[in-house]
């Protein structure tokens, strides 16, 4: 699984997005992945967007390890998942990885999952994350973490 960049500027040029607000991350589908019919299990499909986000963090600067450790965890109130066509063992997608909002408490992440050799799109979701404390109470983002949330990937020397 790796940060995918090649098919960016095609994809957001598609959807009119800025490079800043998006990340590509590459998952090959794998037997493991699957049911006994060879099409990715349905549920899988959290998974992916739980490590397409993470690296959407990454990439901004921001470990959950780092920030859990200071006190605060992200956890997610509300994911929806529209299936649109099947993945099957040996396809490779590309997890697009947006921000699609922030409020003082909460973001939410859209993702789409295309396959990779032709584009087509597999699945498209979003998943709402609310800002915790350790005794998961509710709490404020903070400041550095939202802009760094909101900001472009940080490049590397």
């Known amino acids: 699984m790796t940060c995918y960049r090649s098919l960016a500027s095609s994809f957001l040029h598609a959807i009119g997005h800025q490079r800043s607000a998006i990340c590509f ?12 019919g060879g099409v990715v299990y ?20 921001l470990s959950v390890a780092d920030l859990r450790d200071q006190g605060t965890q992200f ?25 699609a909002g922030t409020s003082q408490v909460s973001f939410t992440f859209a993702h789409v999952l295309r396959e990779r050799a032709s ?10 994350l609310v800002t915790v404390d350790d005794q998961l109470k509710v709490k404020r983002l903070d400041k550095a973490v939202l802009a760094a949330v909101q900001g472009p990937p940080q490049t590397r020397n």
């Open 119 to 128: 584009g087509r799109i597999v699945v498209e979701g979003s998943a709402k």
């Open 75 to 99: 956890v997610v109130v509300h994911a929806e998942v529209d299936y649109r066509s099947p993945a099957r063992y040996g396809d490779t997608l590309v997890i697009e990885t947006s921000l």
């Open 42 to 61: 349905y549920a899988n499909y959290l998974k992916y967007f739980e490590r397409a986000r993470t690296q959407y963090l990454e990439e901004r600067g």
């Open 25 to 36: 991350m590459e998952i090959r589908i794998y037997y493991e992945d699957t049911d006994c």
